[in-house]
Structures are given as C-alpha cells and as structure tokens.
T-cell receptor, first 112, second 113 residues
Framework: DAKTTQPPSMDCAEGRAANLPCNHS???????VYWYRQIHSQGPQYIIH???NNETNEMASLIITEDRKSSTLILPHATLRDTAVYYC?????????????FGKGITLSVRP | EAQVTQNPRYLITVTGKKLTVTCSQN?????MSWYRQDPGLGLRQIYY???????DKGDVPEGYKVSRKEKRNFPLILESPSPNQTSLYFC????????????FGQGTRLTVV
C-alpha cells in the first residue's frame, strides 16, 4: 500500500471547520483513501473513504485532488468531541488481506 | 446495537501464564482481525480471518495464536506471554475483506510483568 504523510498536529476553534490534509503522492489507480479517527485510546472509528470523487456523509467531507496525490478531510463544524487522532490511510481493495495500515496520524485539538 | 466486544478491557498477568482475550461481533461479519498498538509504532496487524476456520498471519504474529470456530468469535491466545507483549490490543471486524468500514472493539490493555 502507498504511504501517507500528515502533519503531526493542528487545532481549530469549536464551531469552525477543521480541514485535515493528507499527502499520498505514490497512490496507485486502484487504491482508495480512507479516514479513521481514534479518540483517546478507544478503538479506531471509520469516518469516510473515496477513490477519486469528493465524498460527503453525516460526519465529514472528503476532497481528493484531481491528480489524487493529496486529500483533505473536512469536519464542517468541529466540536470538543472531535478532538482525536485522525488517520489517513491508502488501501487497495484487492488481495487476500484487508488490513488497514495506520501511520502516526494527525492530532486534532478542538479548543473552546 | 452493532458492536465488537472485547474482554477483558484491562489485564495484568505474569510472564508465561497463558491467557486468552476474547472478541465477539454481532454483525455476522466474515472478516475479523487483531491489532496491537504501541507508542511510536502505531497499530499493527497480528492475525486476520476471512471466515470460519480460515486464519492467516498479519505483520506481527510471533507469540500469538488465534482460532475462528464460529463466525462471531475470534479469540487471541497468548500461550506464554512475555513483557514485550505488553500493549493495547484491538479486535476489528468487517462484512468482507473488501468491505469499506471496519468496526473496532474498545481495546484490551495488557500488561505482562
């Protein structure tokens, strides 16, 4: 699987949008971009995923650049409960093992 | 409620004393896996299972065993625990290996002294 690069941390004010960047310059054509988050040593939680089109669900939006070398996860109205480590993962849907390769992630701190 | 349940949540044990961490899911998922999380190393896959009686090694299988006799259960067995297996363990399940969303348990914090 291709690797991803994320800044180690960022913060944002409660109620504002949080834009979390991710670089995946070596992504191949059949690899998807996934986002998970982990709140204080709890089990990781799935947020969203996409291949090349922008995606939106009840939790977040995912914007993937046209060349697919980077993406941004957007939490439209961040709350204190969104404080967590966010993992950007590039993953193929082929192969026998469906494992998720977690990097270091980005620590988002939402301030009051 | 759809969930993955791990037990125990916390465990302190001594070197060499066999232990089992249980994992159960109520979503009829085919695919299950175990991860361990260590500071600076992130989450690493230990074992995975694509269905009943089908298991395979992940990235760090040494010192661990698993079994999948029933679809809902995927226990992690440490036959002779050592201090380097002190870690935070997570079980995960998904509908299939290609399925998009993996559900994780709440974690088991294991300390081996």
């Amino acid at each position: 699987d291709a690797k991803t690069t994320q800044p180690p941390s960022m913060d944002c004010a409660e109620g504002r949008a949080a834009n979390l960047p991710c670089n995946h310059s070596t992504i191949s054509g059949n690899e998807y971009v996934y986002w998970y988050r982990q709140i204080h040593s709890q089990g990781p939680q799935y947020i969203i995923h996409g291949l090349k089109n922008n995606e939106t669900n009840e939790m977040a939006s995912l914007i993937i650049t046209e060349d697919r070398k980077s993406s941004t996860l957007i939490l439209p109205h961040a709350t204190l409960r969104d404080t967590a480590v966010y993992y950007c993962i590039v993953r193929s849907h082929t192969g026998a093992n469906s494992k998720l390769t977690f990097g270091k992630g980005i620590t988002l701190s939402v301030r009051p | 409620e759809a969930q993955v349940t791990q037990n125990p949540r916390y465990l302190i044990t001594v070197t060499g004393k066999k232990l089992t961490v249980t994992c159960s899911q109520n979503m009829n998922h085919e695919y299950m896996s175990w991860y361990r999380q260590d500071p600076g190393l992130g989450l690493r896959q230990i074992y995975y299972s694509m269905n009943v009686e089908v298991t395979d090694k992940g990235d760090v299988p040494e010192g661990y065993k698993v079994s999948r006799k029933e679809k809902r259960n995927f226990p992690l067995i440490l036959e002779s625990p050592s201090p380097n297996q002190t870690s935070l363990y997570f079980c995960a399940s998904s509908l299939g290996r290609m399925n998009t969303e993996a559900f994780f348990g709440q974690g088991t914090r294991l300390t081996v002294v």
